[in-house]
């Protein structure tokens, strides 16, 4: 499955930023919990626009954050409901923009709008294309036991398990010590 490659830049940014949850991070703590992380994962993703780089920015975020993990696993109809909740919040007004190293792409907020603000606008905007072509069980969890790892499967065959190959090797690991025990 492939979307717009504004919608699938943002879908891997929404994976990233979901995945700094404690419950989802590799290192099993939260990988979003200063300034300074989030400064990293911006730059990372090639973020623009204002950034205050304080605490209050972060907390918004992280608020974000946790507004996303659960949208990410809500049935279809009521995904859209959260959707639409955060393109009303943040009064959504869709613009096409280009910049850096972007092509013309669409944007919802203005690039002086507080971060998470931008960051729901955006991601409602590529979650909304998902929702629109009717893919929204490739929004899934990771589904190795003890990891909550968001993924979106673009694979031909929608056919993707986890969230990384660190997971799916450690239930495959785990399926092979289980049939040799068995024998």
Request: charged share 30%; net charge negative; hydrophobic share 35%.
């Amino acid at each position: 499955m492939h979307f717009t490659p504004d919608t699938e830049e943002i879908l891997a940014f929404l994976v990233v930023l979901g995945n700094t949850h404690p419950t989802a991070s590799r290192s099993g703590a939260d990988e979003l919990s200063t300034p300074a992380e989030l400064t990293a994962l911006l730059d990372e993703h090639g973020y623009t626009g204002r950034f205050d780089h304080d605490d209050a920015e972060l907390a918004s975020v992280v608020r974000t954050r946790e507004e996303l993990r659960t949208l990410w696993s809500l049935p279809r109809d009521e995904q859209v409901g959260e959707i639409n909740r955060w393109l009303r919040e943040v009064k959504a007004l869709p613009f096409l923009v280009r910049h850096d190293r972007f092509d013309w792409h669409l944007h919802a907020t203005s690039p002086d709008a507080p971060l998470a603000d931008r960051m729901r606008a955006e991601g409602a905007l590529a979650l909304a294309e998902v929702t629109r072509a009717n893919e929204n069980d490739r929004m899934r969890v990771c589904a190795a036991d003890g990891c909550t790892g968001l993924l979106v499967d673009q694979s031909r065959n929608g056919s993707k398990r986890f969230c990384s190959v660190r997971c799916g090797n450690r239930v495959n690991q785990q399926g092979f010590r289980e049939r040799m025990s068995e024998s």
